[in-house]
């Protein structure tokens, strides 16, 4: 079965993408996220693809970590290349870099903090 949600987000913040995932997931919409639906064992530069190209779109969990997170960067990316429509959730009020705001570029933004 195919993914409605890939969620995207910096290693610190995986709390809060799990709450994401589980309130996005009560309404009805499938998510995956690495933290919970990875393979054990399996690579990540294997399944994220996967999992990205299978989704309807990303949910990026946006705050200070994002910017620094190479994961993200790929993940954004893969998204963008793939036509997916990515939406911003901001969990806290930083200032995103240059590079992750010209990948996510006018889509929805939610600020959440």
């Known amino acids: ?6 969620i995207s987000h910096a290693s610190r913040d995986a709390e809060i993408a799990m709450t994401v995932c ?3 997931e009560e309404r009805g919409l499938r998510c995956w996220i690495a933290r919970r639906d990875a393979t054990p064992g ?8 996967e999992a990205i190209g299978a989704s309807e779109s990303l949910v990026l969990i946006a ?4 910017s620094e997170a190479p994961f993200v960067h790929r993940e954004l990316t893969m998204a963008v290349d793939s ?3 990515i939406f911003t959730l901001r969990v ?4 995103l ?5 010209f990948l996510v570029g006018t889509g929805t933004w939610v600020d959440a903090w």
């Open 22 to 24: 589980r309130l996005l």
């Open 97 to 101: 870099s240059k590079r992750v705001r």
């Open 92 to 95: 806290t009020n930083a200032e």
């Open 63 to 66: 705050s200070e970590g994002t």
């Open 83 to 85: 036509g997916k429509p």
């Open 42 to 49: 399996r690579d990540w530069a294997d399944e994220i693809p």
């Open 1 to 6: 079965m195919p993914n409605g949600v890939f």
